[in-house]
């Protein structure tokens, strides 16, 4: 009982590390962000509890499903470079990750299209677009990323589309200049964020400018700073605390 009960704990670690989830408040509070730009621009109420959390667990689906086909893709990489990842540790097959990775990117898909139904003014066609689109560029990125000089850009798109995706579901299929503006200025900070991360990689010393994790939490004050420039005031300081969240949860699981 018990070497079975420390094998699905094994497992669950093991998941959670794929995902990378102490990353998680991050997209949060991009979701906080886009629907709280989209409500302050149409001048409307802001949207429900219901579809913001439907439409953060969606993004979230997403995003761990980025990340489990990550590793898949980067297996071979990892066999040389950081063979304490999952696979090539030999906690997990590669057959395994990859069907969880895609799952996970279906049922971000199908919680965009469920929140726009349940929650929002009907089937947001605009909104599933973009979720299937952000799910084509998570894939790119993923195949794509090692030797690719654009490969910040196709990250930024990645978060950029999230506020697209958030931002018509709480629009109701419009996008405005603050999202607009919202998005783009969250795609210039992770184009900065995944340059460090190649830095990293090449072993330049990131330490020298306080370490790679603080910049990925980063990414929730980049979304304070847009609620507050919209006058979500109280939705800024809640944006804020997705700092010391991803922070603490990546003392527990790491973010890279």
């Not at 726009?116 to 084509?136: I, N, P, Q, T």
């Not at 990250?155 to 995706?165: F, H, K, N, S």
Request: one cysteine or more.
């Amino acid at each position: 009982m018990d070497s079975e009960r420390t094998r699905r704990v094994t497992f669950a670690r093991t998941l959670l590390r794929l995902g990378r989830v102490s990353n998680l408040p991050t997209v949060w509070t991009n979701c906080l962000a886009a629907a709280g730009l989209a409500a302050a621009e149409t001048s409307g109420p802001p949207p429900s509890g219901a579809l913001l959390v439907t439409a953060a667990i969606a993004m979230s689906a997403i995003y761990t499903g980025g990340m489990f086909l990550n590793d898949a893709f980067d297996r071979e990489h990892d066999r040389a470079h950081a063979p304490e990842r999952p696979i090539p540790a030999g906690a997990i097959g590669t057959g395994t990750v990859l069907g969880l990775g895609l799952l996970q990117l279906l049922l971000g898909v199908v919680g965009v299209a469920f929140a726009s139904l349940r929650f929002g003014s009907g089937m947001d066609r605009a909104a599933v677009v973009s979720a299937v689109a952000l799910v084509l560029l998570v894939v790119l990125y993923d195949l794509w990323h090692k030797n690719n000089p654009l490969s910040p850009l196709l990250m930024a798109g990645c978060r950029a589309l999230v506020y697209v995706t958030v931002g018509l579901l709480a629009g109701g299929g419009h996008v405005e200049p603050a999202l607009w503006l919202g998005s783009v200025g969250v795609a210039l900070y992770v184009v900065g964020l995944t340059w460090l991360a190649k830095l990293e990689f090449r072993g330049l010393g990131l330490r020298r400018v306080g370490g790679f994790a603080t910049f990925i939490a980063g990414i929730s004050l980049v979304d304070a700073i847009f609620l507050a420039a919209g006058g979500r005031y109280l939705w800024a300081l809640l944006a804020c605390l997705g700092f010391p969240a991803t922070l603490a949860l990546q003392r527990w699981v790491r973010g890279t």
